[in-house]
């Protein structure tokens, strides 16, 4: 499946999120890819999650000043 992503933060210890959406469709999503010595596993969150979460790691606040670019 072909995904379209923008990278939003690399953290130092090798974790990374990225704004996400699939080819064809209007859903955007943040998909986070954990390091390589955590499993290296990928999940998909919500954006309204993702937020709902404690706004306050530096992921995101990069999705706060992306969506604030937009305005």
Do not use: C, K
């Not at 072909?2 to 990374?16: A, C, K, P």
């Not at 990225?18 to 998909?44: D, K, M, W, Y």
Request: glycine share 12%; charged share 25%; aromatic share 6%.
């Amino acid at each position: 499946m072909d995904m379209r992503t923008r990278e939003l933060y690399r953290s130092s210890n090798g974790d990374e999120w990225f704004l996400a959406t699939e080819a064809g469709s209007e859903r955007v999503h943040v998909l986070h890819r954990a390091n390589i010595s955590s499993g290296g596993r990928e999940s998909r969150i919500g954006i309204g999650d993702f937020l709902g979460r404690g706004a306050s790691g530096p992921e995101h606040q990069e999705l706060l000043r992306l969506i604030a670019t937009l305005v």
